[in-house]
């Protein structure tokens, strides 16, 4: 059993920064990869980003390079997505997700633990 708990989320103005938090705790050691994914109201949930665990290899949707950076602390048992220059269309519930699969790392569907989300609103 592993448990994902987000923190982070809130309200900010177009242009400001935001750094979500996502603490793993319980069986972490069968993580292969953790994901952040975003779902705005709808709309289907998407991939944001991954980190591998091992390595810190990461992945990013291509219209979200360049402004988010996922980025993990092993000690901490934690992964953070920061966000720069937000906008407004990135307002949508934030969640933290972890696979011990290697492939198809953008699906939802690969990954079988999941946080309970945290909200990110951004004003414009």
């Known amino acids: 059993q592993v448990q994902l708990v987000e923190s982070g989320g809130g309200l900010v103005q177009a242009g400001g920064s935001l750094r979500l938090s996502c603490a793993a705790s319980g069986r972490t050691f069968n993580f292969y990869r953790m994901g952040w994914f975003r779902q705005a109201p709808g709309k289907e949930r998407e991939f944001v980003a991954t980190?591998?665990?091992?390595?810190?290899?990461?992945d990013y949707a291509d219209s979200l390079k360049g402004r988010f950076t996922i980025s993990r602390d092993n000690a901490k048992n934690t992964v953070y997505l920061q966000m720069n220059s937000l906008k407004p269309e990135d307002t949508a519930v934030y969640y933290c997700?972890?696979?011990?699969?290697?492939?198809?790392?953008?699906?939802?569907?690969?990954?079988?633990?999941w946080g309970q989300g945290t909200q990110v609103t951004v004003s414009s």
């Open positions: 980190i591998r665990w091992s390595d810190s290899s990461t």
């Open positions: 997700a972890a696979t011990r699969f290697a492939v198809n790392y953008r699906r939802t569907q690969t990954y079988d633990s």
